[in-house]
T-cell receptor, first 113, second 113 residues
């Protein structure tokens, strides 16, 4: 059973555009939500993370929006660049009952020059 | 500060052989997690260890798989009598005592022939 559902599976965006990736979860015990970026042949790299006590967190061109009541969160990449082309994974963790991450199935982002 | 190190990066084993994957966490990190990634899929949690202790092995297959994190040396994920279905990328992550972030290594790509 997939605990974190991620969409879309793939995304093509023009350079300078906004990339939006969405995730949804059911388990209300989840209280830590990181996003990872993975290039082919590499390990996932932490991009940005949020706790449910805030609705938005921004770091540079990357923003997480969090909707606790809907149990949804999303990653926005502003001014997308070809170098952003990678696979993006959302994850969720119930930090009070364990530290394991439950990952979404990933979104392959291609930014066209 | 070196990142999480994993070796070997690529491992080829014949069916029935044993595979040993090693992970050295970041300096100062005492928590280690192992994840498996199948092609075109997200990462699946396998096991969470602290020095000399297995904290959560709920994601580990019941047979053939084992993990350890000794007082000295790297964490080791051992797969006995490998089968073709074990072919995957295995990632190790580490986190500090007071942090939620998990930092991933470059992974070991296991191919079972």
């Amino acid at each position: 059973q997939q605990q974190v559902k991620q969409s879309p599976q793939s995304l093509i965006v023009q350079k300078g555009g906004i990339s939006i990736i969405n995730c949804a979860y059911e388990n209300t015990a989840f209280d830590y939500f990181p996003w990872y970026q993975q290039f082919p042949g590499k390990g996932p790299a932490l991009l940005i993370a949020i706790r449910p006590d805030v609705s938005e967190k921004k770091e540079g061109r990357f923003t997480i929006s969090f909707n606790k009541s809907a149990k949804q969160f999303s990653l926005h990449i502003m001014d997308s660049q070809p170098g952003d082309s990678a696979t993006y994974f959302c994850a969720a963790s119930p930090t009070n009952t364990g530290n394991q991450f439950y990952f979404g199935t990933g979104t392959s982002l291609t930014v066209i020059p | 500060n070196a990142g999480v190190m994993q070796n070997p990066r690529h491992l080829v084993r014949r069916r029935g052989q044993e595979a040993r994957l090693r992970c050295s966490p970041m300096k100062g990190h005492s928590h280690v997690y192992w994840y498996r990634q199948l092609p075109e899929e997200g990462l699946k949690f396998m096991v969470y260890l602290q020095k000399e202790n297995i904290i959560d092995e709920s994601g580990m297959p019941k047979e053939r798989f084992s993990a350890e994190f000794p007082k000295e040396g790297p964490s080791i994920l051992r797969i006995q009598q490998v089968v073709r279905g074990d072919s995957a990328a295995y990632f190790c992550a580490s986190s500090p005592d007071q942090g939620l972030e998990q930092y991933f290594g470059p992974g070991t790509r296991l191919t079972v022939t």
